[in-house]
């Protein structure tokens, strides 16, 4: 399967936890997203990649949430100190980046989804 | 007012009727346009991608683009029930970064 995979796919936390989600994007795509979606929403941006580089961070995206793209490949979300407002499902998407059309398209993974009890 | 408006109403069609649906914006910065179908509990997958105005066909699909009055449209004709999802459409400005949704629009294609 070449297409976006993210890992895990459902995650149940206390309040308070801190939970890690991966993102692994399609393989030659160098840009790499970060979306939310809660229920009945579309999804929201929080944050994007461009190789390791983090080019743009919404105001969604508070002191407790960090984003990395250490080798410019995969990519984990990082949520300390998690709420029930965090509760959510966790998107992740990537594009190829190249000029014209096709290089803007993001195709999306599964999702995380998230729920903090 | 948000970027992108989408009526999220739901929407029963019965088989083989056209389906249509819409989105207004204000952002006139837009002009990369998409639309995405999302079934329960998935990832959204991309249908249609429009650059600027225009009509866009691909097979029961078609997108339009009114950049004069920020709106856009997807037709989907021939409607079958697997057509039944979550319908979002989406759009950017520049095209390679953060894309702005709608809500989205449930769609019922019954049999």
């Known amino acids: 399967d070449t297409g976006v995979s993210q890992d895990p796919r459902h995650k149940i936390t206390k309040r308070g936890q801190n939970v890690t989600f991966r993102c692994d994007p399609i393989s030659e795509h160098n840009r790499l997203y970060w979306y939310r979606q809660t229920l009945g929403q579309g999804p929201e941006f929080l944050t994007y990649?461009?190789?390791?580089?983090?080019?743009?961070k919404s105001r969604l995206l508070s002191d407790r949430f960090s984003a990395e793209r250490p080798k410019g490949s995969f990519s984990t979300l990082e949520i300390q100190r998690t709420e029930q407002g965090d509760s959510a499902m966790y998107l992740c998407?990537?594009?190829?980046?190249?000029?014209?059309?096709?290089?803007?398209?993001?195709?999306f993974g599964p999702g995380t989804r998230l729920t903090v009890t | 007012q948000k970027e992108v408006e989408q009526d999220p109403g739901p929407l029963s069609v019965p088989e083989g009727a056209i389906v249509s649906l819409n989105c207004t914006y204000s952002?006139?910065?837009?002009?990369?346009f998409m639309w995405y179908r999302q079934y329960s509990r998935k990832g959204p997958e991309l249908l249609m991608y429009t650059y600027s105005s225009g009509n866009k066909e691909d097979g029961r699909f078609t997108a339009q683009v009114d950049k004069s009055s920020k709106y856009i449209s997807l037709f989907i004709r021939d409607s079958q029930p697997s057509d039944s999802a979550t319908y979002l459409c989406?759009?950017?400005?520049?095209?390679?970064?953060?894309?702005?949704f709608g809500k989205g629009n449930q769609v019922v294609v019954i049999p």
């Open positions: 952002n006139s910065a837009f002009q990369y």
């Open positions: 998407a990537s594009s190829s980046g190249l000029a014209g059309g096709p290089g803007y398209e993001q195709y």
């Open positions: 990649f461009q190789n390791e580089a983090q080019l743009e």
């Open positions: 989406a759009m950017s400005a520049t095209g390679n970064n953060r894309l702005a």
